[in-house]
């Protein structure tokens, strides 16, 4: 099986240096191109393919192997990845354009990513380690009833799971576009099929070093370019944040909030989305079975929480530097007065104004594995949702074979690629900033209300659980859809009939009400043993030991 996946492989980057080679001569050029950062985009395409040949070698045949990496990686090494894993292109480029369009509110976002590693060490990491084997579902499933609680953990999955890879493919897709000269649905036929070739054949293995290796990459870039930046200020914060006053066009108003975030409802809702949506992310969570114990889990949130602190405190730096660096630069804007390929361009610009085509090239390259390492990440969930929850434990009630099980899971991370795909070329034009929120909302109505009250309330039942969770995942989909981002802005509707963007603070208080109400009011049998199995969770979720 190796070797004829090292074929394919092969063929395909084949494929890949052909197209590279065609962009270069300007058959398929739309603008001028970087011939070092292909360069370097296909050294890294290169190498991770290795990683997945590895990985193959290794075997994954079994769902321990498949979903978990064997269970054998370390704290550390599992912490890079789940930083690899969370710190998404959106991020790197998104934030950085935040702040540069918004100056200091911009940073809402990345103190909101921040800010959810804690409720994750503190509430989330050890139980999940010691009552799951390699969803987030199996924490619940402990003492509820299996088949309806995996069934809506599922669909949520998978929800938030398809909603994320349309932001992350369209990204990559008008990312490599702008780069690399080549058509918008080759650059995302290229980034759907490495997805599906690091899951398909290498699964969590080769998935986590692709997001250690972006993880390392990535830091590295960071700090390179907020060196650089410091050096043209003397390595003063106030001669920078003076030069970004001085250029912006909103002066001082840059370094007070309400530049981003109009009002206290909006703020308080994507606070809540943030924090709350960290805690309940499929992908995130799911990296915590990678590692042997619930020590080494507890480890892995204290390394990525120290990676992500430095990622995205000097993504401020980045974003100021941008504003005192690239403002009124023709180099970079169009004959409109725009900056050219959009303003989530604005972290390559500054690379090319710091260090030349040299740091372009670098930064492409991190920025396109950072891309590959967030899908393929979510792709895995995806595939462990169908296969593990949805296939073994609901349709075939736990009797299907490891190896059956692990095909399944297999064929959904080809399905899920291919789906990425198509959905990635069809929402080409699509604003994706909404489908970001969307993702976190979603999660943080429909995931942490059962995770949390699942080890942390004794009264919570399998019945209060699936209306819980379906509650949150339909008031947030509803309410986004009826939002300003959505009804107004990408329907043409007319006035939203929901007049906030972030659903979090109206969907996340109602999940949690359904659930404590339906609980509450749950009198049934299955009721009663679903509360008195409460003991046995808490014991094994807080030692290990099962009761």
Known sequence: MARRYLYAATAFLLITTTAAADAITGSVVKQPINPL??????????????????????????????????????????????????????TFLGVTALVFGAGYDGMIYAIGFLVGFPMILFLVAEPLRNLGKYTFADLAAYRLKEGPVRTVAGVNTLVIVIFYLIAQMVGAGKLIELLF?????????????LMMLYVTFGGMLATTWVQITKAVLLLTGTVIMSVLIMGHFGFS????????????????AIMAPGGLVKDPISAISLGIALIFGTAGLPHILMRFFTVADAKQARVSVVVATAFITIFYSLLFVLGFGAIALVTGDPSFVDAAGAIVGGANMIALHLATKLGGSVLLGFISAVAFATILAVVSGLTIAGASAAGHDLYARVIKKGVATEQAEVRVSKLSAVGLSLLAILLGILFENQNIAFLVGLVFA?????????????????????????????????????????????????????????????????????????????????????????????????ITANTGIKA
């Open 37 to 90: 950062a292909i360069g370097m985009f296909l050294l890294f395409v290169i190498a991770s393919l290795g990683v997945t040949v590895w990985a193959a070698r290794r075997g994954t045949r079994t769902a321990k192997d498949f979903y978990a990496a064997g269970g054998g990686l370390s704290g550390f090494q599992n912490g890079l990845a789940i930083a690899g894993d969370y710190t998404s292109a959106a």
């Open 181 to 193: 000269g080549l058509p918008y649905w080759l650059a995302v036929v290229m980034v759907g099929i």
């Open 237 to 252: 914060l106030n001669q920078l944040f003076a030069a970004a006053i001085a250029v912006h066009p909103k002066g001082h």
């Open 442 to 538: 979603i999660a943080a109505s429909a995931n942490f209300p059962v995770i949390f009250l699942s080890v942390k309330w004794e009264v919570l039942t399998t019945r209060g659980a699936v209306y819980g969770a379906a509650s949150g995942l339909i008031a947030a989909l509803g309410l986004v859809l009826l939002s300003p981002a959505v009804w107004t802005n990408t329907l043409g509707m007319g006035p939203a009939l929901f007049p906030y963007d972030n659903p979090a603070l109206f969907s996340v208080p109602l999940a949690f009400l359904v659930t404590i109400i339906a609980s509450i009011n749950d009198k049934s049998e299955r009721a009663q043993r679903d509360r008195s199995l409460f003991l046995a969770q808490h």
